[in-house]
Protein backbone atom coordinates (compact mmCIF):
# COMPACT_ATOMS: atom_id res chain seq x y z
CA UNK A 1 0.00 0.00 0.00
CA UNK A 2 2.82 2.36 1.01
CA UNK A 3 5.01 3.66 -2.18
CA UNK A 4 8.49 4.49 -0.08
CA UNK A 5 9.38 2.11 1.96
CA UNK A 6 12.44 -0.23 2.30
CA UNK A 7 10.04 -3.09 3.50
CA UNK A 8 8.28 -4.61 0.19
CA UNK A 9 4.82 -5.96 1.13
CA UNK A 10 3.62 -9.69 -0.54
CA UNK A 11 0.74 -9.26 -2.31
CA UNK A 12 -1.91 -11.53 -1.18
CA UNK A 13 -2.25 -12.79 -5.13
CA UNK A 14 1.68 -13.61 -5.17
CA UNK A 15 1.66 -15.69 -2.45
CA UNK A 16 -1.23 -17.26 -3.98
CA UNK A 17 0.47 -17.75 -7.18
CA UNK A 18 3.56 -18.87 -5.56
CA UNK A 19 1.82 -21.17 -3.52
CA UNK A 20 0.17 -22.56 -6.51
CA UNK A 21 3.62 -23.41 -8.60
CA UNK A 22 4.55 -25.60 -5.73
CA UNK A 23 8.53 -24.65 -6.95
CA UNK A 24 10.64 -24.79 -3.93
CA UNK A 25 13.89 -26.07 -4.46
CA UNK A 26 15.85 -22.89 -3.37
CA UNK A 27 19.12 -24.39 -4.47
CA UNK A 28 18.28 -25.68 -7.83
CA UNK A 29 16.78 -22.09 -8.76
CA UNK A 30 20.33 -20.49 -7.38
CA UNK A 31 22.25 -23.34 -10.00
CA UNK A 32 19.91 -21.98 -12.97
CA UNK A 33 19.85 -18.27 -11.90
CA UNK A 34 23.47 -17.30 -10.73
CA UNK A 35 25.14 -20.44 -11.71
CA UNK A 36 26.26 -21.63 -8.23
CA UNK A 37 27.02 -25.44 -8.39
CA UNK A 38 24.25 -27.62 -6.65
CA UNK A 39 27.16 -29.62 -4.58
CA UNK A 40 27.15 -27.28 -1.61
CA UNK A 41 25.33 -28.71 1.40
CA UNK A 42 22.40 -26.24 1.38
CA UNK A 43 20.38 -25.73 4.76
CA UNK A 44 17.85 -23.46 5.43
CA UNK A 45 16.74 -21.29 8.68
CA UNK A 46 13.49 -18.42 9.44
CA UNK A 47 16.56 -15.97 9.83
CA UNK A 48 20.19 -15.41 8.56
CA UNK A 49 21.40 -14.46 11.60
CA UNK A 50 20.71 -18.59 13.31
CA UNK A 51 22.40 -20.19 9.98
CA UNK A 52 25.50 -17.61 10.50
CA UNK A 53 24.93 -18.89 14.30
CA UNK A 54 25.04 -22.45 13.81
CA UNK A 55 27.59 -22.12 11.13
CA UNK A 56 29.86 -20.45 13.63
CA UNK A 57 28.94 -22.93 16.30
CA UNK A 58 30.39 -25.56 14.00
CA UNK A 59 33.76 -24.05 12.91
CA UNK A 60 36.78 -24.52 14.59
CA UNK A 61 38.27 -20.92 15.17
CA UNK A 62 38.33 -19.00 18.11
CA UNK A 63 38.60 -15.73 16.03
CA UNK A 64 36.51 -14.12 13.51
CA UNK A 65 36.90 -11.44 11.62
CA UNK A 66 34.08 -8.90 10.19
CA UNK A 67 33.95 -5.55 8.84
CA UNK A 68 33.52 -2.91 11.34
CA UNK A 69 30.73 -1.27 9.66
CA UNK A 70 27.93 -4.63 9.24
CA UNK A 71 24.75 -5.39 10.52
CA UNK A 72 25.16 -6.16 14.35
CA UNK A 73 23.35 -9.25 13.87
CA UNK A 74 26.52 -10.87 12.16
CA UNK A 75 28.98 -9.96 15.15
CA UNK A 76 25.75 -11.11 17.45
CA UNK A 77 25.63 -14.48 16.33
CA UNK A 78 29.57 -15.06 16.49
CA UNK A 79 29.38 -13.94 20.29
CA UNK A 80 26.79 -16.15 21.03
CA UNK A 81 28.53 -19.19 19.52
CA UNK A 82 31.72 -18.07 21.98
CA UNK A 83 33.98 -16.40 19.50
CA UNK A 84 35.95 -13.75 20.12
CA UNK A 85 35.15 -11.02 17.29
CA UNK A 86 37.92 -8.66 15.87
CA UNK A 87 37.10 -5.73 13.42
CA UNK A 88 38.70 -4.53 10.52
CA UNK A 89 37.67 -0.75 8.44
CA UNK A 90 36.17 -0.61 5.16
CA UNK A 91 36.22 1.23 2.14
CA UNK A 92 33.83 4.61 2.02
CA UNK A 93 33.02 4.29 -1.70
CA UNK A 94 31.73 0.47 -1.35
CA UNK A 95 30.85 0.65 2.43
CA UNK A 96 32.67 -3.46 1.82
CA UNK A 97 35.99 -4.29 4.06
CA UNK A 98 38.60 -2.57 2.51
CA UNK A 99 40.58 -5.02 0.87
CA UNK A 100 44.18 -3.18 1.38
CA UNK A 101 44.11 -3.89 5.09
CA UNK A 102 44.47 -7.46 4.96
CA UNK A 103 48.01 -7.47 2.89
CA UNK A 104 50.50 -9.35 6.07
CA UNK A 105 47.39 -10.52 8.21
CA UNK A 106 47.34 -13.62 9.27
CA UNK A 107 43.66 -14.61 9.47
CA UNK A 108 42.07 -17.72 9.80
CA UNK A 109 38.47 -16.78 9.66
CA UNK A 110 36.41 -13.82 8.47
CA UNK A 111 33.08 -13.11 6.98
CA UNK A 112 33.09 -10.71 4.02
CA UNK A 113 29.85 -9.03 3.42
CA UNK A 114 28.38 -7.83 -0.11
CA UNK A 115 27.14 -4.62 1.41
CA UNK A 116 23.97 -3.28 -0.25
CA UNK A 117 25.10 -5.19 -2.72
CA UNK A 118 27.97 -4.23 -3.66
CA UNK A 119 30.19 -6.83 -4.59
CA UNK A 120 33.42 -7.40 -2.66
CA UNK A 121 35.94 -9.69 -4.54
CA UNK A 122 36.34 -12.63 -2.85
CA UNK A 123 39.14 -14.21 -5.29
CA UNK A 124 41.36 -11.30 -4.83
CA UNK A 125 40.98 -11.67 -0.73
CA UNK A 126 41.99 -15.41 -1.51
CA UNK A 127 45.38 -14.81 -3.13
CA UNK A 128 46.14 -12.27 -0.29
CA UNK A 129 45.37 -14.65 2.39
CA UNK A 130 45.32 -18.36 0.85
CA UNK A 131 44.28 -20.28 4.13
CA UNK A 132 41.10 -18.71 5.37
CA UNK A 133 38.33 -20.09 5.95
CA UNK A 134 35.85 -16.94 4.05
CA UNK A 135 32.03 -16.61 4.86
CA UNK A 136 30.89 -14.71 1.71
CA UNK A 137 27.48 -12.70 2.68
CA UNK A 138 25.32 -12.63 -0.19
CA UNK A 139 22.01 -11.13 2.21
CA UNK A 140 21.96 -8.18 -0.03
CA UNK A 141 23.89 -9.16 -3.03
CA UNK A 142 21.80 -11.67 -5.24
CA UNK A 143 22.55 -11.14 -8.51
CA UNK A 144 25.33 -8.35 -7.68
CA UNK A 145 28.04 -9.68 -10.47
CA UNK A 146 32.30 -9.48 -10.15
CA UNK A 147 32.68 -9.56 -14.32
CA UNK A 148 30.59 -11.76 -15.80
CA UNK A 149 30.31 -13.69 -12.70
CA UNK A 150 27.43 -13.56 -10.27
CA UNK A 151 28.69 -13.71 -6.38
CA UNK A 152 27.82 -16.54 -4.26
CA UNK A 153 30.36 -19.08 -5.39
CA UNK A 154 33.27 -17.90 -3.65
CA UNK A 155 33.18 -18.72 0.01
CA UNK A 156 33.78 -21.56 1.92
CA UNK A 157 30.33 -20.90 3.24
CA UNK A 158 27.92 -19.02 1.48
CA UNK A 159 24.70 -17.13 2.96
CA UNK A 160 21.55 -15.58 0.68
CA UNK A 161 18.11 -14.02 2.52
CA UNK A 162 15.10 -15.03 1.45
CA UNK A 163 13.33 -11.53 2.13
CA UNK A 164 15.70 -9.00 1.83
CA UNK A 165 15.67 -8.63 -1.60
CA UNK A 166 12.22 -10.09 -2.91
CA UNK A 167 9.15 -9.58 -0.96
CA UNK A 168 8.64 -12.48 1.75
CA UNK A 169 8.37 -12.92 5.40
CA UNK A 170 11.51 -14.11 6.51
CA UNK A 171 14.15 -16.79 5.59
CA UNK A 172 17.52 -17.66 4.71
CA UNK A 173 19.89 -19.89 2.91
CA UNK A 174 23.25 -21.41 3.86
CA UNK A 175 25.51 -22.97 1.58
CA UNK A 176 28.59 -25.00 2.69
CA UNK A 177 31.38 -27.40 1.25
CA UNK A 178 31.33 -29.62 4.19
CA UNK A 179 28.37 -31.12 6.22
CA UNK A 180 27.37 -29.00 9.38
CA UNK A 181 26.24 -30.54 12.66
CA UNK A 182 22.87 -29.28 13.60
CA UNK A 183 20.71 -29.73 16.20
CA UNK A 184 17.08 -31.53 15.14
CA UNK A 185 15.44 -28.70 13.06
CA UNK A 186 11.73 -28.31 12.79
CA UNK A 187 9.08 -26.28 11.43
CA UNK A 188 9.11 -22.24 12.29
CA UNK A 189 4.70 -21.74 12.33
CA UNK A 190 4.53 -19.62 15.36
CA UNK A 191 7.58 -17.63 14.43
CA UNK A 192 6.13 -16.42 10.83
CA UNK A 193 3.02 -15.27 12.23
CA UNK A 194 4.61 -11.97 13.16
CA UNK A 195 5.78 -11.11 9.82
CA UNK A 196 3.02 -12.25 8.31
CA UNK A 197 0.97 -9.43 9.73
CA UNK A 198 4.05 -7.20 9.06
CA UNK A 199 4.83 -8.05 5.67
CA UNK A 200 1.25 -9.52 3.55
CA UNK A 201 -0.23 -6.29 2.36
CA UNK A 202 -3.87 -5.43 3.14
CA UNK A 203 -5.68 -2.49 5.09
CA UNK A 204 -4.37 -3.75 8.50
CA UNK A 205 -1.30 -1.35 7.07
CA UNK A 206 -3.05 1.36 8.29
CA UNK A 207 -2.73 0.63 12.00
CA UNK A 208 0.76 -0.40 11.37
CA UNK A 209 1.94 2.12 9.64
CA UNK A 210 0.72 4.75 12.19
CA UNK A 211 2.90 2.46 14.85
CA UNK A 212 6.30 2.49 12.45
CA UNK A 213 5.25 6.20 11.59
CA UNK A 214 6.65 7.12 15.49
CA UNK A 215 9.69 4.59 15.67
CA UNK A 216 13.05 4.86 14.31
CA UNK A 217 13.13 1.71 12.40
CA UNK A 218 15.41 -0.14 14.77
CA UNK A 219 15.50 -3.62 14.95
CA UNK A 220 14.66 -5.83 18.17
CA UNK A 221 17.58 -7.21 20.08
CA UNK A 222 17.96 -10.58 18.48
CA UNK A 223 18.19 -13.81 19.77
CA UNK A 224 19.80 -16.99 18.68
CA UNK A 225 18.20 -20.72 17.90
CA UNK A 226 19.14 -22.63 14.83
CA UNK A 227 16.65 -25.23 15.37
CA UNK A 228 14.25 -24.29 12.58
CA UNK A 229 14.19 -24.33 8.90
CA UNK A 230 12.65 -21.63 6.91
CA UNK A 231 8.95 -22.27 6.21
CA UNK A 232 7.63 -23.40 2.81
CA UNK A 233 5.53 -20.65 2.02
CA UNK A 234 9.37 -18.52 2.76
CA UNK A 235 10.55 -21.00 0.24
CA UNK A 236 7.57 -21.05 -2.19
CA UNK A 237 7.95 -16.48 -2.22
CA UNK A 238 11.44 -16.73 -2.66
CA UNK A 239 10.96 -19.29 -5.96
CA UNK A 240 8.86 -16.61 -6.99
CA UNK A 241 10.84 -13.28 -6.42
CA UNK A 242 13.82 -14.44 -7.65
CA UNK A 243 12.29 -15.13 -10.87
CA UNK A 244 11.31 -11.70 -11.03
CA UNK A 245 14.04 -10.08 -8.92
CA UNK A 246 16.45 -11.49 -12.48
CA UNK A 247 13.84 -9.66 -14.71
CA UNK A 248 14.23 -6.38 -12.62
CA UNK A 249 17.98 -5.52 -12.03
CA UNK A 250 18.24 -3.43 -15.23
CA UNK A 251 15.48 -1.07 -14.09
CA UNK A 252 17.23 -1.32 -10.49
CA UNK A 253 20.67 0.70 -11.97
CA UNK A 254 18.41 2.92 -13.35
CA UNK A 255 16.67 3.59 -9.77
CA UNK A 256 20.21 4.01 -8.31
CA UNK A 257 20.88 6.49 -11.08
CA UNK A 258 17.96 8.55 -10.54
CA UNK A 259 18.53 8.88 -6.89
CA UNK A 260 22.54 9.92 -8.05
CA UNK A 261 20.60 12.63 -10.53
CA UNK A 262 18.50 14.18 -7.71
CA UNK A 263 21.08 14.31 -5.45
CA UNK A 264 23.67 15.83 -7.36
CA UNK A 265 25.30 18.80 -5.70
CA UNK A 266 23.23 18.47 -2.52
CA UNK A 267 24.53 20.50 0.29
CA UNK A 268 24.24 17.67 2.34
CA UNK A 269 23.52 14.41 0.93
CA UNK A 270 26.47 12.55 -0.81
CA UNK A 271 24.89 9.35 -2.98
CA UNK A 272 26.61 6.36 -3.77
CA UNK A 273 28.46 6.85 -6.76
CA UNK A 274 27.17 4.77 -9.76
CA UNK A 275 29.96 2.79 -11.76
CA UNK A 276 28.76 1.01 -14.41
CA UNK A 277 31.68 -1.63 -13.01
CA UNK A 278 30.07 -2.12 -9.90
CA UNK A 279 27.38 -4.28 -11.04
CA UNK A 280 25.55 -4.28 -7.98
CA UNK A 281 22.29 -5.56 -7.07
CA UNK A 282 21.13 -2.45 -5.52
CA UNK A 283 19.70 -3.87 -2.42
CA UNK A 284 18.92 -0.38 -1.28
CA UNK A 285 20.47 2.62 -2.25
CA UNK A 286 23.12 4.52 0.58
CA UNK A 287 23.30 7.61 1.12
CA UNK A 288 26.21 9.49 3.46
CA UNK A 289 25.03 12.86 5.44
CA UNK A 290 28.08 15.10 5.16
CA UNK A 291 29.98 15.13 7.88
CA UNK A 292 28.82 18.84 9.26
CA UNK A 293 25.20 17.96 9.25
CA UNK A 294 25.36 14.15 10.82
CA UNK A 295 23.71 15.46 14.44
CA UNK A 296 20.73 15.68 12.66
CA UNK A 297 20.76 11.72 10.68
CA UNK A 298 18.53 11.08 13.49
CA UNK A 299 16.02 13.88 13.03
CA UNK A 300 16.10 13.50 9.49
CA UNK A 301 14.99 9.91 9.40
CA UNK A 302 12.58 10.20 11.71
CA UNK A 303 11.22 13.17 10.48
CA UNK A 304 10.66 11.52 7.24
CA UNK A 305 9.11 8.25 8.79
CA UNK A 306 6.67 10.44 10.56
CA UNK A 307 5.79 11.30 6.81
CA UNK A 308 5.10 7.66 5.81
CA UNK A 309 8.96 7.77 4.27
CA UNK A 310 10.13 4.63 5.87
CA UNK A 311 13.99 5.17 5.50
CA UNK A 312 16.59 3.92 7.69
CA UNK A 313 19.63 4.83 9.35
CA UNK A 314 22.19 2.00 8.49
CA UNK A 315 23.61 0.63 10.83
CA UNK A 316 23.40 3.14 13.34
CA UNK A 317 24.32 -0.32 16.20
CA UNK A 318 27.01 -1.63 13.42
CA UNK A 319 29.38 -3.40 15.77
CA UNK A 320 32.02 -0.45 15.68
CA UNK A 321 29.61 1.48 17.45
CA UNK A 322 28.93 -1.04 20.29
CA UNK A 323 30.87 -0.53 23.90
CA UNK A 324 32.11 -4.43 23.97
CA UNK A 325 34.11 -3.54 20.16
CA UNK A 326 34.90 0.21 21.61
CA UNK A 327 38.87 -0.71 21.29
CA UNK A 328 38.76 -0.94 17.21
CA UNK A 329 37.44 2.58 17.31
CA UNK A 330 40.76 3.92 16.74
CA UNK A 331 41.44 2.09 13.83
CA UNK A 332 38.38 1.46 12.47
CA UNK A 333 37.67 5.25 11.55
CA UNK A 334 35.91 5.26 8.07
CA UNK A 335 33.58 2.53 9.83
CA UNK A 336 32.84 4.60 12.79
CA UNK A 337 31.95 7.59 10.29
CA UNK A 338 29.84 5.44 8.17
CA UNK A 339 27.66 3.78 11.31
CA UNK A 340 27.01 8.08 12.08
CA UNK A 341 26.19 9.04 8.42
CA UNK A 342 24.70 6.62 5.92
CA UNK A 343 20.55 6.65 5.54
CA UNK A 344 19.63 3.50 2.69
CA UNK A 345 16.88 4.17 0.61
CA UNK A 346 14.24 2.32 -1.13
CA UNK A 347 14.63 0.67 -4.37
CA UNK A 348 11.73 -1.08 -5.75
CA UNK A 349 11.14 -1.99 -9.20
CA UNK A 350 7.75 -0.04 -9.25
CA UNK A 351 9.37 3.58 -8.27
CA UNK A 352 9.33 6.18 -11.26
CA UNK A 353 11.97 9.19 -11.54
CA UNK A 354 9.12 11.44 -9.99
CA UNK A 355 8.95 9.54 -6.85
CA UNK A 356 12.72 9.50 -6.45
CA UNK A 357 12.89 13.02 -7.54
CA UNK A 358 9.96 14.23 -4.90
CA UNK A 359 11.55 12.60 -2.68
CA UNK A 360 15.13 14.29 -2.48
CA UNK A 361 13.43 17.31 -2.59
CA UNK A 362 11.10 16.24 0.41
CA UNK A 363 14.52 14.89 2.31
CA UNK A 364 16.63 18.30 1.56
CA UNK A 365 13.65 20.03 2.97
CA UNK A 366 13.32 18.42 5.67
CA UNK A 367 17.24 18.81 6.34
CA UNK A 368 16.92 22.72 6.27
CA UNK A 369 14.62 22.95 8.87
CA UNK A 370 16.95 21.40 11.22
CA UNK A 371 19.78 23.75 10.38
C1 LIG B 1 24.41 -8.36 5.38
C2 LIG B 1 23.50 -9.11 6.30
N1 LIG B 1 23.70 -10.43 6.49
C3 LIG B 1 22.91 -11.16 7.30
C4 LIG B 1 21.86 -10.58 7.97
C5 LIG B 1 20.99 -11.43 8.85
O1 LIG B 1 19.80 -11.72 8.19
P1 LIG B 1 18.45 -11.99 9.00
O2 LIG B 1 17.77 -10.68 9.17
O3 LIG B 1 17.69 -12.92 8.11
O4 LIG B 1 18.81 -12.61 10.29
C6 LIG B 1 21.63 -9.19 7.82
C7 LIG B 1 20.58 -8.44 8.51
O5 LIG B 1 19.77 -8.72 9.24
C8 LIG B 1 22.46 -8.45 6.95
O6 LIG B 1 22.25 -7.15 6.75
Given at each position: MNSFDLIEKISFIDLIKSLLRKESNVAALLNS???????WHAYTFDWGRNALYALFKNLPYKIIHFP?????VLTGAARAANKQVVLIDVDPAT?????????GKKIECMVAVHT?????DIKKIRKMLPNTYIVEDCAHALFSKIGDEYVGSQGDAVLFSFYKQTANFNGGLLLTKTSLKLPKQEITIPGIWPDVLLKLDGWHHVLIDKIRQQQPGKMPVPTYDDRYYAHPWTLSLFTFGVTQLDQQMQKRQQIASWYCEALEHNPYFVPQQVVP???????QFPVTVKPLYKKHRHKLVLSLRRQALFIAS????????ETDYKQWQPSCPRALELAQTVITLPVQAQMNKDAVKKFVTNMTKTMEEFI
Open positions: HLGISNTAYTCPYNLDISLLAFGNPVSMQSSWYMWEDAPII
